[in-house]
């Protein structure tokens, strides 16, 4: 009998410790979102060039040292620093790459990543590692401290960013059942960009292909590498003239038939482009061009 009670009772404190650990899980995925919730908004007042709204991500009495090692203690030392430097600095952007983030304490956060500031002339990202510390006030998160230092960055990406404009979802300009989407984004380090690539029919989507990008060392240039969702494959290689770009591909399909074209990417705006496959073959022979096809952005 007192062998089965305390069999109960192990039980029951198993089940509270489990109960108990769902329940720390559940509290610290929710502080996560919401400590990349307030990320968001430091990143939307940055690109405004709002420095109060970018200040005001920090405590009263917070401080920031920036990648040169100056100090501005205080909310309104790094509201004035960020006017500055947005009055110097127009139409920038910034990526924040989040490396780690970890909960020491009940209302505070340690967090590190790196960042990556972009001019809109094109130029080579402005890049610093980062350590964040937050404190929870009033159910909001805040910056208490941060301390940044130079960094390098990843050696591919300056060849790449000529095509930071296509990170985000387009889709074709149609009226069409069959519409076709991809996606570009960074892959982590920012050394290949990642496109994928659906065809939608009403409310289903189907995988088509997937796409890695890269600046090829040897041979300095871009080249990319398809692989499809049948089993075909492929590689292609970048070319820019302007703003155009020209993307020559060869493509094994995967019933064994080879294929090359020429791919021309036009942009028509900041949200608009049109492609075209020219110059086709098909196991050495020539086939018609593909229609041109307009792409709109998403996001």
């Not at 149609?174 to 409310?203: C, L, Y």
């Not at 155009?244 to 028509?268: F, M, R």
């Not at 949200?271 to 307009?294: F, Y």
Request: a negative charge; proline letters at 3%.
């Amino acid at each position: 009998m007192k062998q089965r009670i305390l069999s109960s009772l192990l039980l029951a404190v198993s089940i509270l410790c489990l109960a108990a650990s769902h329940s720390r899980a559940a509290e610290t995925e929710a502080e996560e979102a919401a400590i990349v919730k307030a990320a968001e908004g430091f990143v939307e007042a940055f690109h405004r060039g709002d420095a109060k709204a970018v200040a005001a991500c920090w405590t009263a009495d917070g401080d920031y040292v920036d990648d040169r090692g100056k100090h501005f203690a205080g909310r309104e030392a790094i509201e004035n620093n960020f006017a500055q430097f947005f009055a110097a600095n127009k139409g920038l952007r910034i990526r924040i790459d989040m490396a780690s983030l970890r909960f020491p304490a009940d209302g505070v956060a340690l967090e590190d990543g790196t960042s990556a500031v972009l001019a809109p002339d094109g130029s080579a990202p402005s890049r610093a590692r980062y350590s964040n510390v937050l404190v929870k006030k009033d159910g909001q998160w805040l910056l208490s401290s941060v301390r940044e230092s130079p960094d390098a960055g990843p050696s591919q990406y300056e060849f790449l960013s000529d095509l930071e404009w296509a990170i985000g979802e387009w889709v074709e300009d149609t009226t069409g059942a069959e519409v076709g989407h991809i996606s570009f984004s960074w892959a982590p380090g920012q050394n290949f960009i990642v496109a994928t690539r659906t065809m939608d029919f009403k409310d289903v989507s189907l995988l088509q292909s997937t796409q890695w990008i890269a600046w090829d060392p040897a041979a300095k240039t871009i080249r990319s590498w398809n692989f499809h969702a049948d089993g075909g494959f492929g590689e292609s290689t970048w070319s820019k003239d302007g703003e155009a770009w020209s993307i020559k591909s060869e493509a094994v399909l995967a019933d064994g038939e080879k294929v090359t074209s020429t791919v021309s990417i036009t942009p028509v705006d900041a949200d608009t482009v049109k492609t075209k496959a020219t110059t086709q073959m098909l196991n050495g022979k020539p086939i018609p061009d593909a229609a041109e096809v307009t792409m709109k952005r998403i996001r």
